[in-house]
């Protein structure tokens, strides 16, 4: 049996799917991934700016740094791939999305109640007074304050920092009881995301992964299926 047809009949079968997502589906939209031979990384080290202390060293560069991502993500439209998964959602009476993107682009497709693992890059957060608002512009005046005097910083999670709890504790509440887990183009190596699926078969679930090549959490999956998410998922409705 073709690896869709397998994963659709589990998906057909399940009480319960939940969707882990990273940079590679937003891929064929156009957005840079983070690692890989085209990734974010590659030109800009990490702990130059995906960190709270390259933000404290230079707020300015970092700052730079987001301008350059919102240009290239605003004006971007979801792909097949997300619209698939929004119309996956309203075939189930349950059905969570957990994305590590901070693009907004599955809300944009039409998923509801989409669980932001690590922020999102049209809001921003006060550094005093933690105030979160959403802000679209582009390019944003560089560096962005509130009107409380204090800096404004991106709401996205750096590294060492901890996820927002509402959502993580959604995330673990989802994973402990789903018995179906898709996991769509991540590299598998940033916690506690790449832990999810592990969490999720301890508690018996069937995990499938969708990726262009075999990832660090390949082994602990029933079905891998290779290929471009935005041909792969739409087979799935
Ligand atoms: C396709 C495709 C197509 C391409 N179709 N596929 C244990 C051990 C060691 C370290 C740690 C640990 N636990 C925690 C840590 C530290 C750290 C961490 O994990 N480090 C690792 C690198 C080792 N984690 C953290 O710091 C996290 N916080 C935390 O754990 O807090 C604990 C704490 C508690 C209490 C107090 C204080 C702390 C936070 C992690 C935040 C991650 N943030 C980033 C950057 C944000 C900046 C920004 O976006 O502006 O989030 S890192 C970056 O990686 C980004 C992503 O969301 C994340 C994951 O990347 P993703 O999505 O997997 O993308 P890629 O590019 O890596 O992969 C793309 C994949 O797609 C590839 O596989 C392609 O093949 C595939 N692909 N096209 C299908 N068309
Ligand atoms: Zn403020």
């Not at 030109?43 to 060293?57: Q, S």
């Not at 940033?190 to 082994?219: C, H, M, Q, W, Y």
Request: aromatic share 8%.
């Amino acid at each position: 049996m073709p690896a869709t047809d397998v994963i659709k009949k589990r998906l057909i079968a399940s009480s319960f799917p939940v969707v882990l997502t990273g940079a590679g589906i937003s891929a064929e939209s156009g957005v840079p991934t983070f690692r890989g031979a085209e990734g974010l990384w590659r030109n800009f080290r990490a702990e130059d700016l995906a960190t709270p202390g390259a933000f404290e060293r230079n707020p300015a560069l970092v700052w730079e740094w987001y301008n350059w991502r919102r240009e290239k993500i605003s004006g971007l439209k979801p792909n097949p791939a997300h619209y698939a998964l929004a119309e996956l959602g309203k075939r189930f009476a349950d059905f969570t999305v957990i994305t590590q993107n901070v693009d907004g682009l599955h809300t944009f497709a039409g998923s509801k109640d989409v669980l932001e693992l690590h922020g999102n890059i049209w809001r921003v957060r006060c550094v005093g007074c933690a105030a979160v608002s959403e802000n679209r512009q582009v390019p944003i005046e560089i560096p962005p304050r509130c009107s409380c005097g204090a800096l404004l910083r991106p709401d996205i999670v750096w590294f060492g920092e901890p996820l927002p709890v509402g959502v993580i504790e959604r995330a673990f509440k989802a994973l402990e009881r789903t018995d179906f887990v898709l996991v769509v183009g991540t590299s598998g190596i940033v916690e506690p995301a790449a832990s999810f699926a592990a969490t999720a078969k301890s508690n018996g679930a069937f995990l499938v992964e969708i990726n262009l090549e075999r990832t660090p959490l390949s082994d602990i999956m029933d079905v891998v299926a290779l290929g471009k998410a935005g041909e792969i998922i739409p087979k799935l409705l």
